[in-house]
């Protein structure tokens, strides 16, 4: 059975960094392509980021280049977005997704207040 998992949401301050992180299990990660979607209250699904199998191509939102990054670990199953310098407007519900299939997280919260 594929899951997912992610982890490491929060609140935080305008500025501040979180690192969302996304185990799979029931699959292997490293034959897929993993991406990370957000959404807002009111808002619909986004596009974060994604990432190849190997890590070698990411695409990235507009409003989060230079900010965010992704990244995977395929030994440990784990996927992660590194979020850097967050704004109000980062506040939404963060998915873990897999391309294939898709599969879809449960979703974690990061609200960016102060």
Not at 16 to 20: F, Q, V
Not at 75 to 78: E, L, R, V
């Given at each position: 059975q594929v899951q997912l998992m992610e982890s490491g949401g929060g609140l935080v301050q305008p500025g501040?960094?979180?690192?969302?992180s996304c185990v799979g299990s029931g699959f292997t990660i490293n034959m897929h392509t993993m991406g990370w979607y957000r959404q807002a209250p009111g808002g619909e699904r986004e596009l974060v980021a994604d990432i190849s199998r190997n890590g070698g191509i990411t695409n990235y939102a507009d409003s989060v280049k230079g900010r965010f990054t992704i990244s995977r670990d395929n030994?440990?199953?784990?996927v992660y977005l590194q979020m850097n310098a967050l704004k109000p407007e980062d506040t939404a519900k963060y998915y873990c997704h897999r391309r294939?299939?898709?599969y879809w997280g449960q979703g974690i919260q990061v609200?960016?207040?102060s």
């Open positions: 501040g960094s979180l690192r969302l030994a440990k199953n784990t294939r299939g898709p609200t960016v207040s």
